[in-house]
């Protein structure tokens, strides 16, 4: 079985309780580890498979905390590193069908310095780059572009989620649409909702969205459309996968647990590159993340709500 490494934010989660989707008037918080690119790797681990989160957390005890998470779902954090700055914390509200909205209030995320030993583990194995925090400047997007010219040297299969947030952008979406398309050219998979599709492209429909990010260089693509499913393509098919039917009570997570759940299936694979040729084996894989994904709906929080392997075959 093939590593998956993830690279990015881990932070808290404030989640606002009984106020539904105000944040203004929210008065009670419930803490839970996030940030989208550890929830991969605890997706991964969660499914049996082998991943490593690289990122950085404050020396505090939400720092502690979050490692601790980490560890206890069997993710190695051997590369994690740790800064005398405060952990980034992020607060959530949730509106009544599970819809999120964000504040974030950054910290040591951004502080991730580029380790230059750990671009031999990368060889012939898979490494993730969640975007939602590592495109705002600092080390952490020196680093990030250090670890993608290290993946493409390595043979690595790559993939990439721009986990767009509207609250860090505010009005300068255009910067974040420039620094994504150098990871969407070289990525051998990209998974986008829906409005970060849109958003890239400029394009009205999936379908257009789609056709417009391979021009730029995406090999796979899947475009998670919330209840609809999935459109998902590799540049000579493309098909709407369905999702199964269930009560969201939180989206937290949904779509980290379905590149979590691709990522894992195309890490059991002997040669990564099959997943190009055999479109039968890309859409039964989907099918799977798709079931990943709406379980993780079901629950609150993002890591306690992923599924394991035996929930998600049952």
């Not at 199964?244 to 379905?258: E, Q």
């Amino acid at each position: 079985m093939n590593k998956v490494y993830c690279i990015g934010e881990l932070l808290i989660d404030f989640v606002a309780e009984n106020q539904g989707n105000d944040l203004s008037k929210a008065v009670e918080f419930k803490k839970k580890a996030g940030g989208a690119p550890a929830n991969v790797a605890a997706a991964i681990s969660r499914l049996g498979g082998k991943s490593t989160f690289i990122g950085c957390v404050g020396k505090d005890p939400f720092g502690t905390f979050l490692l601790n998470v980490l560890g206890r779902e069997n993710v190695d954090i051997s590369f994690a590193q740790r800064s005398k700055t405060f952990t980034t914390l992020a607060f959530v509200s949730l509106a009544e069908d599970g819809e999120r909205d964000f504040v974030f209030s950054r910290g040591a995320d951004k502080e991730l310095k580029y380790d230059s030993t750990i671009k031999k583990n990368f060889n012939r194995n898979l490494v993730h780059f969640g975007a939602a925090t590592a495109l705002l400047g600092g080390p952490l997007e020196e680093a990030y572009s250090h670890y993608l010219f290290d993946a493409l040297t390595q043979d690595s299969f790559i993939s990439f989620d721009p986990n767009y947030r509207a609250d860090l952008w505010k009005e300068d979406e255009t910067t974040f649409i420039k620094k994504c398309l150098p990871f969407v050219e070289k990525s051998h998979l990209c998974k986008f909702s829906l409005e970060e599709a849109q958003l890239l492209t400029g394009k009205e429909t999936p379908e257009e969205s789609c056709g417009s990010l391979h021009t730029i260089g995406a090999k796979i693509i899947a475009i998670t459309l919330g209840k609809e499913g999935t459109l998902v393509s590799n540049g000579q098919h493309s098909k709407i996968v369905p999702s199964i039917k269930v009560h969201a009570v939180d989206t937290t997570g949904a779509g980290d647990a379905f590149i979590g759940c691709l990522l894992y299936q195309i890490a059991l694979l002997d040669d990564f590159k099959t997943v190009f040729s055999q479109w039968d084996l890309l859409v039964k894989m989907v099918e799977k993340a798709n079931k990943a994904g709406a379980w993780t709906t079901t629950k609150y929080g993002a890591i306690n709500a992923l599924p394991s392997l035996n929930q998600l075959e049952s």
